[in-house]
């Protein structure tokens, strides 16, 4: 069956007992046992619940996984994968990654003595560098978070496997809608489905799919053993917004594209990244390994500092000033001082993540209204 259909019909069969359309919500914490010692289907909600089995259903067929896992947020979903690494161990990253998974392998990952090497993923050579004898999980971000890079899936994880390691990708900004990394070789996919998996800015949760029963097994172990699960109710969301996901992704990344060619022959801005215009450096691997749209997240940097960064920002109309994506309604943010506050301050100049840079994550609306919108926030420039 085709993506539409799955996201729709993959894990959401008629309720048996009552023939709905749409499965209950199951909000039981426990489950009564045929006899003592003896195990049902489910026994306790940490272990298992219906709801979240049949989620997790759909986000493995999505990602063309064996199985999928369910987490309370996306930052419990990288957390479970690097418990699956031993004290010793290294973690080599991309330079592009969210400000908290950023926190998440530098302040937290280190204390279980296991180190991080951040290192450029969109070039092989400078990735391999980083590379140790150690390294026993490779961890990209495709796009990258905030300057939209393109690394690729395929060679990072033939590079990853060369010397023993998993290769983990975080596909939130794609989506499986735009790129499927186990598809590509990748060993974990991980989401923050709190943003386009969930799509409308009402819930908090995180997705691991894998292609390796195996690997599922032991991800599925830790996950039991530490608790982060998705809730009954969060459950039920996630799989509502599941259902339009192909529909949100490709309109909000026609409208992203649009807005991107409109403010590359702005003179007010001095770069656009967006994947799929011909002057990012990713676009023609972006070409090949997205499935027919560049995703609905762009950034741009203005010809100003981090003063006027910050008015643009709070002078827009539509454009709702907040952290997060991948939402029905637009947002704009400014990385130095949002999403990326959390890295290290000469990590973030290193990295390219200047105090000129917006990011912008472009909604459903109209968008005529939402061009407006900049236009007059662009404006604020000139009037300071
Ligand atoms: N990965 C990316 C790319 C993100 O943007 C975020 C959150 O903004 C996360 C991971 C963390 O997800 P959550 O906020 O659901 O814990």
Known sequence: MKFRTRAIHAGNAPDPQTGAVVPPIHVASTYVQPGAGQWGQFD????????RQAVETTLASLESGCGALAFASGMAAIHCVTMLLQHS???LAGTDIYGGTYRLFHKITPRA???ITLADSTRLEAFTTG????????????PGNPRLTISDIRACAELAHQHGALLGVDNTFASPVLTRPLELGADIVMHSATKYLGGHSDLLGGALVVRDP???ARLYFVQNATGGVLGPFDSFLLSRGLKTLDLRVRAQSATAWQLAQWLANDPRIDRVLYPGLPSHPGHALAQRQMDGAFGAMLSFE???????ARRVAQSTQLFQLAVS????????????SMSHASYDPSDRQRHGISDGLIRLSVGLEDVADLQHDLDQALDALDAG
Do not use: C
């Not at 994506?325 to 130095?336: F, K, M, N, R, T």
């Open 89 to 91: 161990d290294h973690i």
């Open 302 to 308: 203005l010809r100003g500092s981090f003063d006027q």
């Open 113 to 115: 003595g296991i180190d």
């Open 44 to 51: 306790y909600a940490r272990s298992g619940n219906p709801t």
């Open 325 to 336: 994506l991948g939402a029905v309604e637009s947002l704009i943010e400014q990385p130095a």
């Open 131 to 142: 590379l140790t004898p150690r390294t026993r999980l490779v961890w990209i971000e495709n």
């Open 214 to 216: 195996e690997l599922l």
